[in-house]
């Protein structure tokens, strides 16, 4: 019994939708034929439990199915981005060194001594993709939250790198099929390193202001939505807070319990608020009095780096040329930070 | 020997009660017993399913709106303020908000819905309508351009 | 979920302790009331799947104010489920007996009858005097306003206010009160 794929299913329930569809184009035909025949039913259960008996189906790679034209389908990625790949490039930025490495042991296996393929691999556009990504992302970063302090933007900067972030763009753009690499499944890494290549190829054929402007629209924008702290752990904000109070030269950070509920509960609820110079600095609230302290800070923080949940969100339209690149104007650090520092900033 | 009456004795038995009965069990697949499976007793199942459907879309909103009513209420009295009043108030300010936008106000945006209440406190006020003076003194901070008329 | 969700989660739902005084007021008027904060009506997120009422602790039952005649003509009908085992009490004698039970039934009452009646009673806390156990008390954070307000009573007053007051008239001094 030949193996079954879906296509053959498939058919017999189309022959019959055919015929409904011919014998009502065709009325001049007596016999007329609307109902599924009563062969097709037992036929496709036969088939279903052969299917079932020989086990489950391993993945096939899309491009071993019919109608595969791998150029179209590059053509077409490149189309759908509305972007404007030179086509060897395109190409170059999806075959990866481990299936130039596959071709090779395969040509060798049939005999070919010297195995010349014309493939080159994109391993160049990985690391120039890199490099561009992540500098155009601290970039904008540093430009959206100019209070924000560098340890903060490096997270940040750090969640968006992250293998899982960027296969999950990969993924969702369609990389998944026209990737050229001997892993199958394709896996989270060569999905992250594809869309790295991606961006190189982009930056080599139309520019690198056009390449920004990708990592602008898919990569950064995986924030829409997202509270920016949740990346960033600040491990004793209480002791940071009061290193930046007593920098700006203001009092001590004086916590005070406002509110609470049910102390001998299970479900104790308690609010407390931080003061300073008797100043209301941040409320927080938790399970106990020392996670209500710590949230407090947490919140006085948030309040003086302007990272509040009703904060002016990052605007993902900032003119990509308007930009200045200069690695070396870093946000002040959380060990130096003080108001003074931040205060020409309008944000 | 040719048997030409043969031919005459092939009738058509009808469409395949396969597909029909399939797409009765397929919305009865999740029921008791024999209810999801056999299709004599599946199908009162299903049509009992699908009235009880059409009746419950009516009761759906009914209560949606009921809940509604019931967390503007509780809003309002965080603020000092009756639904009846608070609603009157809104529909005479022209502000014609429906109960799904006031509860997700209430619960989500507080001090909007606190406004909302203020300005309906001030009008309800101005026009002298009936229980307005167990509420207390009206709001101040209300600006009205001349708008609250 | 991050630190801050889970806390923001935590305060949103967190159980409340409310304090109500029953002293002079109608149980029946302040049921409903209290009803209302033991089901959670009072918050804007409620729903009936929400689990979020709250704690009520009522004190000084023992001094709440019937209408009328309700004292002497209130009757409550109970029936131990055996022939011969029904009781009709009047409220003055079930009062007597049990200074709580009179607020916990009107409370039981007013409630919608369904299954979680019995489930939502158990947040209601009766005392029939200022006398609530340490633990409890340092649980209330908050008191719910008297439906009527509490006149102060004449013997309270101290006896120099109560000289101090302007009299529009006063009786002759060898006048004998009967």
């Known amino acids: 019994m030949c193996k079954v794929c879906v296509v053959c299913i498939e058919t017999m329930a189309a022959r019959q939708t055919i015929l409904n569809i011919q014998n009502l184009v065709n009325p001049s035909l007596l016999t007329v034929k609307r109902n599924y025949k009563r062969w097709l039913a037992p036929t496709l259960k036969e088939l279903k439990r052969r299917k079932m008996k020989m086990g489950p189906e391993p993945p096939t790679r899309r491009s ?71 500098e155009y992302l601290k970039c904008h970063l540093r430009v959206a939250l100019p209070r924000f302090p560098e340890e903060g933007i490096c997270a940040v900067h750090g969640y968006l790198m992250t293998d899982k972030t960027l296969a999950h763009v990969s993924r969702h753009l369609g990389t998944k099929d026209i990737i050229l690499s001997s892993d199958f499944p394709v896996e989270e890494v060569t999905l992250a390193t594809t869309l790295k290549a991606l961006v190189g190829a982009l930056a080599e054929s139309s520019g690198a202001v056009r390449a920004r402007e990708f990592v602008r629209d898919f990569i950064l924008t995986q924030l829409a939505g997202r509270d920016i702290n949740e990346f960033w752990e600040i491990k004793d904000p209480m002791r940071t807070l009061a290193d930046i109070l007593k920098r700006d030269g203001r009092g001590e950070p004086e916590p005070r319990l406002i509110n609470e509920s049910g102390r001998n509960t299970i479900l104790a609820t308690y609010q407390v608020a931080v003061y300073s110079d008797k100043q209301f600095i941040g409320l927080g609230y938790g399970e106990s009095i020392s996670i209500a302290v710590e949230m407090a800070a947490h919140d006085a923080l948030k309040r003086l780096f302007h990272t509040t949940e009703n904060m002016k969100p990052i605007p993902f339209t900032v003119d990509v040329r308007s930009m200045s690149y200069d690695e070396s104007k870093w946000n002040t650090s959380v060990n130096d930070w003080s108001s003074a520092k931040v205060e020409n900033v309008d944000c | 020997m040719v048997f030409t009456s043969l031919a005459l004795f092939v009738r058509n038995r009808g469409p395949d009660e396969f597909w029909r009965k399939r797409k009765i069990l397929k919305l009865s697949a999740h029921f008791y017993g024999r209810r999801r499976n056999c299709y004599s007793i599946a199908i009162r199942a299903v049509h009992r399913a699908l009235v009880s459907a059409t009746k419950g879309r009516k009761l759906k909103k009914e209560d949606m709106v009921a809940l509604w009513e019931t967390r503007i209420t509780a809003g309002c009295e965080e603020h000092n303020m009756t639904y009846p009043l608070f609603r009157e108030g809104l529909v005479r300010c022209n502000i014609l908000l429906n109960r799904k936008t006031l509860a997700d106000l209430a619960v989500w945006e507080p001090r909007t819905f606190k406004s909302l209440v203020k300005v309906a406190h001030a009008r309800v006020s101005q026009d002298g309508l009936a229980g307005v003076t167990e509420l207390g003194d009206p709001p101040s901070g209300i600006i009205t351009r001349g708008m609250l008329k | 979920m991050t630190a801050y969700k889970r806390v923001q989660q935590w305060n949103t739902f967190a159980r409340v302790w409310h304090l109500y005084d029953a002293t002079w007021q109608n149980p029946f008027e302040s049921a409903q009331r209290i009803m209302k904060y033991l089901k959670g009506l009072h918050k804007p997120i409620y729903h009936p799947l929400n689990d979020c009422g709250d704690h009520v602790v009522v004190i000084n039952s023992g001094e709440i104010a019937l209408l009328g005649d309700e004292w002497r003509k209130r009757v409550y009908f109970h029936h131990t489920g055996y022939p011969g085992g029904a009781t009709w009490t009047l409220a003055w004698e079930l009062h007597d007996k049990d200074p709580t039970m009179i607020m916990k039934k009107a409370v039981y009452n007013v409630m919608d009858g369904n299954l979680q009646r019995r489930y939502t009673m158990q947040r209601l806390h009766i005392y029939p005097d200022d006398d609530v156990p340490e633990k409890i008390k340092q649980n209330i954070t908050n008191q719910i306003r008297q439906l009527r307000p509490v006149p102060k009573r004449l013997d309270r007053y101290a006896p120099e206010e109560v000289q101090r007051f302007p009299k529009v008239m006063d009786w002759p001094k060898n006048y004998i009160l009967r």
Not at chain 1, 80 to 85: D, I, P, T
Not at chain 1, 121 to 126: A, P, R
Request: no cysteine.
């Open chain 1, 64 to 134: 071993a199915f019919l109608e595969w034209n791998y150029h179209a389908e590059l053509f077409a990625f490149g189309k759908r981005l509305g972007e404007e790949f030179r086509k060897d490039l395109l190409q170059r930025a999806f075959t990866h060194r481990s299936y130039i490495v596959q071709e090779e042991m395969r040509q060798k296996e049939v005999g070919i001594e010297d195995p010349k393929l014309s493939l080159e691999d994109n391993q160049e556009f990985i690391r120039r993709g890199e490099t561009l990504m992540s």
